[in-house]
């Protein structure tokens, strides 16, 4: 699968725990992101969506992203309703 983004999705990977990122990653390979709306917000980008995770409703989750002019990821902050709250494997 062959997918194009309007950043650097690798340069996340700095900035996370190497367990998120793996489990965040395989979460998206599973297709567990159900729902995203992305926005301009000026200085970076909103993102907010639904993401499936063990339990029966999906997790809500928004996260602001900052973006570098080579489009490497500069912070990004994650919020979400799974027990974990920030910066969790939703986020990533």
Do not use: N
Not at 36 to 58: F, K, M, R
Not at 60 to 82: E, K, T
Request: hydrophobic share 40%.
């Amino acid at each position: 699968m062959s997918l194009e983004f309007w950043f650097e999705p690798e340069s996340l990977r700095a900035l996370c725990d190497d367990g998120v990122w793996a489990r965040g990653t395989a979460l998206f390979k599973a297709r567990a992101v159900r729902r995203l709306a992305i926005s301009a917000q000026g200085d970076h980008w909103l993102l907010e969506g639904d993401v499936q995770g063990s339990q029966l409703a999906p997790y809500q989750l928004s996260v602001s992203m900052a973006l570098m002019p080579d489009g490497a990821v500069d912070y990004w902050r994650s919020q979400c309703s799974c027990p974990v709250g920030l910066q969790c494997k939703h986020g990533v």
